[in-house]
């Protein structure tokens, strides 16, 4: 089964920032898209930003756009979320996902197959 660990998550003051990182390993399909979810205290898990499997392709939510970005390297089986200007209403465990195929949306929680146990982040003065 795929693995997959997220890393950089911690406490940030307002305005600043983070990078999030998901390492994959174990046994794998030669493609994977990959996405980055959030869950908010109190809230459902929510799309943040994805991307396709050759790179060529991004997604962001219209809350993180602008200031977040997503990118990938295939060679090392990483993908990073760099998340700027960070707000309160970024605080949430931050979830990496993959998908050996997208079927419909890359927004979609269900088209991924494999998922991380999350890391925390909390942006407060």
């Known amino acids: 089964q795929v693995q997959l660990v997220e890393s950089g998550g911690g406490l940030v003051q307002p305005g600043g920032s983070l990078r999030l990182s998901c390492a994959r390993s174990g046994r794998t399909f030669s493609r994977y898209a990959m996405g980055w979810f959030r869950r908010a205290p109190g809230k459902e898990r929510e799309f943040v930003a994805a991307?396709?499997?050759?790179?060529?392709?991004?997604y962001y939510s219209d809350s993180v756009k602008g200031r977040f970005t997503i990118s990938r390297d295939n060679a090392k089986n990483t993908v990073n979320l760099q998340m700027n200007s960070l707000k309160p209403e970024d605080t949430a465990v931050y979830y990496c996902?993959?998908?050996?195929?997208?079927?419909?949306?890359?927004?979609?929680?269900?088209?991924?197959?494999?998922w991380g146990q999350g890391t925390q982040v909390a942006v407060s003065s």
């Open positions: 996902a993959a998908a050996a195929a997208i079927y419909n949306d890359y927004t979609r929680p269900i088209e991924y197959n494999y």
């Open positions: 991307i396709s499997w050759s790179g060529g392709n991004t």
